[in-house]
């Protein structure tokens, strides 16, 4: 029982982790990217797409990534190039992705779609570790996803705060006039983050539609984008705490499947809604802006 | 002047670029542009029914293009409009049922205090947590949006659930406490006389009230406002209550005229359509209603071009994003000042290397 | 050599900088002066890369520059330092300095040995580094103005272009920093000091260049020109004597009613004392001075006088009828007006005026709009009229606007924060003038700022503040004869070197 509630928590947590970790990177060079839900869920909807198509996971993940990529491209262009309103810009991208993605998938799969899935990613055990009881499958056997977005944490963390490009990035999202006058190049370092964070997304895509889902709902993100752009203020902008708060909610979603089956008289839709309340609960107690990047969310026009 | 006219065009032109790009989607879909132009022409305005029914479904959009409007004016991002008229449109739809032997008019009083009333709490929810606990505003209006989804759906299969329990619906409200439709077979019906009477009490209040004034200053400039003493966290509380009271008050109306009751979905998106619809409208209310017609048009039509060509009506979103990125990018680049990138007020806005070239200097 | 060659630029439908030539020379110490408005700071832009020119070539050395990249001209070995610093606030000072020359090449983020190439350029410099690791935003003004020149520093540059950078020093903080200017001529760079305070040009420079509305209104060499020959090419035909002769400072006597009293007011916040027991009294008709240089609790005094504060302990009172304190704030821009908004409704910002145009919660547009175009004819701003936007004014404009809306409120007590910081000596005098008739007519001025000669030239009783703390001069040290060591003494109380 807890063994499983374990392993839906890692599971759940990881498409946040991955689409928070992206945003972390962005936030930190001073861009609100509100529409990392638009292109999680382009990401997902590409990506099943191409594996259905080439029956090829691999290039499934490539498609992922690249529908995600060119999602936060447009953001890029509005948001660095022409330095619009950064939330109005990300709504309208989540507006788009969701209408993109449903026109596509309706004209090719119909209303039912039931033809539209795929093998899924196999879980990876990693050996001996995967043996340990209680805690082995649920933490070393899991996908190569998985994996991958528990070991960009201490890469990033350490990317961001002892590195020189890490400080270039810092600088730009403390004060992009300073860092375009000594030359670092605010536009060049923005549009490195969206693309980074491109590529996370995604992943984080993919991960809802490859792994543990192998079909496509339309919306089937549900929110949680969102839920990243709070795990990054919740975890105070760094990857440490990121990754701690992707589990707190990863958790709060795994609560929906653990207390459904085993039966409560609390209706589900309270489970459903539970990790949207918790957020805003967690946000209420923890979401001051005092340890944002000086320049998030403003516009930033060099001249 | 010639700046302005330029700023009144510019959602013209947004529209028309938006067209062309859709244009070549549809042609990646294999569907024809023309065709599908034609059905949502056809769909929209074709004959009587059709035109009623686009007002019908511009009505909703007025109360939440209203509400967005009032919302951004004061630069609060308030994306949530969904989830307040899911609130308003459970109100009234709770409240209806009890409203048997009431006269007519205090019916339909009552249910659209009521959806008034759902949505300002919702609103007003979102507002003290920005106020009061720095909480951004996005992120938990679209929370709120999730949770009023299943509020919603747990009224619909619990607590207000028809006797019969055959479908997650609740009970149809009383017959006073319902808006009737002035010409039968049309659906045109009093909601949206109601709208376009809160469409004038908007920009009344808007631009000619002092606490409209002191909004419209909080939008544009949070420092100036804090320090001649406008009461920021009031303002923002009231604001998002009054913008929540707006989409709640769609919502009512919804119910009142159009549903009768509460289903599980009650909201097919207006709240982030309306995004679309406000700043077609360049956030003044007035303008609002053609936006809203605009895109009721689109959104009736559509219905058309599914049966006709086969393309999900899912596409009026690709539509509503697109405009909405088309705006925004055309203001930015019509104006250099970063500051009025959104709300496009050209020609006497100082160029951005004013900002280089040091106080005082020209 | 820095050349500049019919440099032309345009700002919308401005002409800020028409067909100017510059010339600097190695080893020279170059003053670039001028009114404000008259262009130096774009032309200082252009030379950094942040601007590009419309027309004309910047060459250094007889290679031209890239124009518009300050990347380039950073590489080039042009420097600049603004008038505001532009560090990083949160971020430490080792990062800051890293992202300057000492980081450059590094791959890793070692702000030990950014630090450790730091020392022995400060020490020659006479400088103090703030304890490992702190914040820049923990650090004072002057600090930050000596990091920021660091920084520049660590680039070799071979042109240091200097804006304005007098106007956070202390009076006695000044010597040295001329000083260091002479030691950087000394090893063959070029220095380009852009300053309005003719005084200090004159005592560092070698070559000066003056601007007048956009065009060069001459080249000399210092040997060869005066503070008043400098102040004529400066302004034009009107002359304005490069000294003001002060107003008397004399004391009023006991035909003073009280106006505003602070009662030994403490202000925590921020962690730290930032006013420490201020007392002191305004009486009607007065302009009291507060003399101080930035960041010694200025702010958070105006702030406070303007209810936005409580003080921790003490209390200010209003001893008039009306209890109306009208502040004007320092950042204008940002502060005291909202640029998109026509101007009638940046004056409705202004509660006394709200009120009076408002009844029963409704504006009066129209009786509003009036006003307004009354107030401009009045004060003589120049503008398109009631409904143009306050973006369209020119900085000297929108500072008489504020001060007009200001007094129109019919305030008992005017505090005025650098009231005319950035202002062309038009404009400043137009709003000295409006301060004077307003404590003719009976009003109480409190006038801080930290320029010398405006606090000399209006104020009838004078105040230091420094750390928070209020300093009065005794009465004797006031009388007109003295005023030169009057000015040290207020110099010195300012830097906080005698108590």
């Given amino acids: 029982m807890l063994e499983a509630f374990l392993a839906s928590t890692i599971a759940m947590a990881t498409p946040i982790l991955l689409a928070a970790l992206g945003e972390l990177i962005v936030e930190r060079s001073g861009v609100l990217n509100i529409g990392i839900e638009g292109a999680m869920l382009a990401g997902a909807f590409f990506g099943l797409t191409a594996t259905w198509f080439s029956g090829s996971l691999a290039l499934g993940l490539l498609a992922s990534c690249a529908a995600a990529v060119a999602f936060n491209a447009l953001l890029a262009v509005l948001a660095v190039n022409l330095a619009v309103n950064q939330v109005v810009a990300g709504t309208a991208i989540d507006i788009l992705a969701l209408g993109l993605t449903g026109v596509f998938y309706r004209r090719f799969f119909g209303l039912t779609g039931s033809a539209f899935t795929i093998t899924p990613m196999r879980t990876i055990a990693l050996g001996p570790l995967a043996r340990i009881p209680l805690i082995g499958t649920a933490l070393f056997d899991q996908s190569a996803l998985v994996y991958l977005a528990f070991a960009l944490v201490p890469s990033i963390a350490f990317v961001i705060s002892h590195t020189r490009y890490g400080l270039e990035l810092r600088a730009a999202g403390e004060r992009p006039e300073a860092a375009d006058a000594l030359g670092l190049g605010v536009y060049r370092l923005r549009w490195q983050a969206l693309m980074i964070a491109g590529v996370l997304s995604g992943l984080a895509g993919a991960f809802l539609t490859l792994t543990y889902t192998n079909t496509f709902i339309e919306g089937i993100s549900a929110g949680r984008g969102y839920v990243a752009l709070s795990v990054v203020i919740v975890g105070r902008w760094n990857a440490w705490g990121v990754a701690a708060a992707s589990l707190l909610f990863g958790a709060a979603m795994a609560l929906q499947f653990g207390l459904q089956a085993v039966g409560t008289a609390v209706p589900y839709q309270f489970f459903l809604a539970l990790p949207y309340v918790l957020t805003i609960v967690v946000l209420a107690f923890m979401g001051g802006q005092a340890d944002a990047p000086s320049a998030l969310g403003s516009p930033y026009l060099r001249s | ?362 | 050599m820095l050349e500049a060659a019919a440099i032309t630029r345009r700002f919308a439908r401005t002409l800020a900088l028409d067909r100017v030539d510059f010339c600097a020379r190695p080893g020279e110490i170059h003053a670039l002066i001028g009114e404000n408005g008259a262009g130096k700071s774009t032309l200082i832009n252009i030379f950094a890369g942040r601007l590009k020119a419309d027309a004309g070539v910047v060459s250094l050395d007889g290679e031209p520059l890239a124009a518009g990249s300050a990347h380039l001209a950073l590489k080039a070995g042009i420097v600049a330092v603004y008038q505001s610093p532009m560090l990083f606030e949160r971020l430490s000072w080792e990062e800051n300095l890293a992202l300057g020359g000492f980081g450059a090449g590094v791959s890793r983020n070692d702000l030990a040995a950014a630090a450790q190439c730091a020392q022995p350029l400060a020490a020659r410099l006479g400088f103090d580094l703030p304890p490992p690791g702190t914040p820049v935003e923990r650090c004072s003004i002057g600090e930050r103005v000596r990091l920021e020149i660091l920084r520049a520093l660590s680039f070799d540059p071979r042109v240091l272009i200097l804006d304005e950078p007098t106007g956070v020093l202390a009076p006695a903080e000044l010597g040295a920093f001329l000083e260091l200017l002479r030691r950087l001529r000394g090893e063959g760079r070029i220095v380009i000091l852009v300053t309005h305070k003719l005084a200090e040009a004159m005592a560092v420079a070698d070559r000066v260049t003056v601007l007048r509305r956009g065009r060069v209104a001459a080249e000399r060499l210092a040997a060869n020109t005066d503070e008043a020959e400098l102040a004529r090419l400066m302004i034009g035909e009107i002359t304005v004597p490069a000294s003001t002769s002060a107003a008397p400072l004399a004391a009023l006597g006991d035909r003073a009613t009280p106006a505003l009293t602070v009662e030994q007011v403490t202000l925590d916040c921020d962690g730290r004392r930032a006013l420490d027991r201020l007392d002191f009294t305004l009486s009607m008709g007065e302009i009291v001075g507060l003399a101080g240089v930035d960041g010694n609790g200025q702010r958070e005094l105006v702030e406070l006088l303007a209810g936005r504060r409580a003080p921790t302990s003490g209390r200010v009172r209003v001893r008039a009828h009306g209890g109306a304190i009208t502040v004007i704030p320092q950042d204008r821009d940002l502060d005291g007006l909202i640029l998109d908004m026509p101007l009638w409704e940046n004056l409705m910002l202004a509660r006394p005026l709200r009120d009076r145009f408002t009844r029963r919660g409704w504006l009066q547009r129209s009786g509003a709009v009036a006003f307004c175009g009354e107030l401009l004819e009045r004060f003589r701003i120049r503008s398109a009229g009631a409904a143009s936007t306050a973006a369209s004014l020119s900085g000297g404009n929108r500072q008489r606007l504020a001060v007009a809306r200001a007094l129109a409120g019919a305030p008992q007590v005017l505090v005025a924060h650098d009231v005319c910081r950035g202002l062309d000596l038009r404009a400043m005098a137009d709003v000295h003038r409006m301060l004077r008739e307003f404590a003719a007519a009976g009003g109480a001025v409190l006038l801080i700022s930290s320029d010398l000669d405006e606090l000399l030239a209006l104020s009838t009783r004078l105040l230091v503040i420094c750390r928070g703390r209020v300093l009065a001069l005794p009465a004797d040290d006031c009388g007109s004869e003295r005023i030169g060591l009057l000015a040290e003494r207020i110099g010195l109380l300012m830097s906080g070197a005698a108590s």
């Fill in chain 2, 1 to 362: 002047m010639n700046a302005r006219i330029a700023a009144a065009a510019r959602p013209l032109a947004a529209l028309v670029l938006a067209a062309a790009i859709i244009s070549l989607v549809l042609i990646a879909l294999g569907a024809s542009p023309v065709a599908v132009a034609a059905d949502l022409w056809q769909g929209a305005f074709g004959n009587w029914l059709a035109t009623t029914d686009t007002l019908v479904k511009a009505t909703p959009l007025v109360f939440t293009g209203l509400a967005i409007a009032i919302a951004f004016q004061g630069s609060l991002w308030n994306i949530g409009a969904d989830g307040q008229l899911i609130i308003g449109a459970m109100a009234a739809g709770a409240l209806g049922t009890a409203l048997g032997g009431w006269p007519h008019p205090l019916a339909i009083i009552a249910m659209l205090t009521a959806g008034a009333a759902g949505g300002a709490s919702w609103g007003g929810l979102a507002g003290w947590l920005r106020a009061r606990r720095e909480v951004n505003e996005v992120i938990s209006t679209i929370m709120l949006n999730f949770v009023a989804a299943q509020v919603l759906s747990w009224a619909v299969h619990g607590p207000l659930m028809e006797p019969s329990h055959a479908l997650p619906q609740s009970v149809v409200i009383a017959p006073s406490a319902q808006l009737a439709f002035y010409f039968e077979p049309s659906r045109l019906n009093l909601g949206m006389t109601v709208a376009l009477l809160f469409t004038v009490v908007c920009h009344l209040g808007l631009f000619h009230s002092a606490a409209g004034f002191e909004l419209r200053a909080l939008g544009r400039n949070r420092r100036a406002s804090a320090f001649f003493g406008i009461p920021i966290r009031r303002l923002t509380v009231l604001a998002m209550a009054l913008s929540g009271a707006l989409a709640g008050l769609g919502g009512a109306v919804q119910v009142s005229a159009i549903t009768h009751r509460l289903f599980e979905t009650m909201s097919p998106g207006w709240g982030y359509e309306a995004i679309a619809v406000a700043l077609v409208a360049r956030l003044n209310p007035l303008a609002i209603v053609p936006a809203a017609i605009v895109f009721g048009a689109l959104d009736n039509g559509s219905q058309a071009m599914q049966r006709a060509d086969a393309v999900s009506p899912v596409l009026v979103n690709v539509i509503q994003g697109m405009v909405i990125m088309i705006l925004i990018a055309f203001d930015a680049m019509a104006t250099t000042g970063m500051r009025t990138a959104l709300f496009g007020l050209a020609g006497d806005a100082r160029p951005s290397a004013d900002a280089v070239a040091g106080a005082g200097d020209a």
